[in-house]
């Protein structure tokens, strides 16, 4: 390990390379391809800045949506050529930061939030990852697509030792999200939980929090992810979300009287149309998924006064939920449902999100 000229910059004894292999999507139609771009080098970190020699990274639904146009980010088209990824995991080999808690060779994660002012009121109130002054991965920034990355230390993540870092890498982003939904949620244990979408990557996670919570949990998909969803997750109950009035099904298991929370992870805006039809009064329903730019979904007012609904969107969590979500995953006591692939599989992974076929979480090696 050596000290460069700047006191403050310390670099790894790894040569870092000039170049790197990095899955860059040019457009919608041309798809995501694997390319040679370089490699930001130790010298051109800033203060608080580290490199990360990636190893793993989830491939994220949201990636999809993304790559495929799927959402306006507000300033038109997403910027190209874009490099997805949000859920990465890998060692730091370079970093400029006399003050942070990590140091080369530590193991850690590239979440969703990339950097934040750390000084706003929503920072200040522990919602930093709707500070206005946000940074996303793979959205604002070059994302967990590429084999280094750039990464803000204050945002880095820690990843508990011996953990399966193919493990770790969904938890950045999905595991994380659904984490926080539950515990936004109105629901305690014991409580039924409904989980739409549940065979898909977020779903999967969202199944297995609730059940470590202790909480019953009726999983909602198409019905080829049935088995997936009872065995696999260990859901209490599955209804097919095709089936004629499926919110009375759902109602029917939940004792009659409806779940006290929906977690809605499926970016399909029919998913939304009754969601509060199946909930008990005081029930909440977490918004996940997010639909295309667009989806206008009606919402039976009535029916959620009366019932005293909550609907509440939910956007990831903070540095603090992360930890904890990881922690759960490092201890055994929820084990995500993943698929590691070839670097190369990002828009084979991409066609199977759009078939609707994929269940669990894709997690690319990207040295393979």
Not at 2 to 13: E, F, H, P, R
């Amino acid at each position: 390990m050596t000290n460069s000229s700047s006191s403050s910059l310390v670099v790894g004894l790894e040569a870092i390379p000039l170049k790197q292999l990095a899955a860059v999507s040019h457009s919608a139609a041309s798809g995501t391809v694997i390319e040679t771009i370089p490699v930001v080098q130790p010298s051109e970190l800033n203060p608080g800045e580290a490199l990360v020699k990636l190893l793993y990274s989830g491939v994220c639904g949201s990636s999809y949506h993304q790559a495929s146009d799927h959402w306006d980010e507000g300033k038109g088209r997403v910027p190209r050529p874009l490099i997805s990824g949000d859920e990465g995991v890998g060692t730091v080999v370079a970093i400029n930061d006399p003050t942070s808690r990590f140091q080369v060779g530590d193991t850690v994660g590239i979440k969703f939030v990339a950097a934040t002012c750390n000084q706003c009121t929503l920072c200040l109130a522990g919602l930093e990852m709707v500070c206005p002054q946000a940074k996303y991965t793979g959205r604002s920034v070059n994302g967990t697509f590429q084999q280094y990355s750039l990464a803000w230390t204050s945002q880095l993540t820690p990843i508990p030792p011996n953990m399966d870092l193919a493990h770790a890498a969904p938890i950045l982003c999905a595991g994380v999200t659904v984490w926080r939904a539950l515990n936004d949620s109105t629901a305690q244990p014991g409580d039924w939980v409904a989980v739409a979408g549940a065979g898909g990557g977020l779903g999967s996670l969202a199944v297995q929090y609730a059940k470590y919570l202790n909480m019953r949990v009726i999983a909602i998909d198409s019905k080829t992810k049935a088995a997936f969803c009872t065995e696999d997750l260990e859901a209490d109950a599955f209804v097919d979300y095709a089936v004629p009035n499926f919110a009375h099904e759902v109602k029917k298991i939940a004792d009659g009287v409806g779940v006290q929370a929906t977690i809605l992870c499926s970016n399909e805006p029919t998913s939304y149309l009754s969601a509060t039809d199946y909930l008990r009064p005081t029930g909440s329903a977490m918004i996940v998924g997010l639909p295309p730019t667009g989806s206008h979904v009606p919402v039976d007012c009535r029916n959620a006064v009366l019932g005293m609904h909550t609907i509440r969107g939910c956007f990831v969590g903070t540095r603090s939920d992360v930890i904890d979500a990881l922690d759960i995953v490092a201890r055994g006591k929820v084990v995500p449902k993943v698929t590691v692939k070839p670097f190369s599989a990002i828009q084979e992974t991409y066609d199977c999100m759009k078939d609707g076929t994929l269940c669990g979480r894709v997690v690319v090696d990207l040295w393979k």
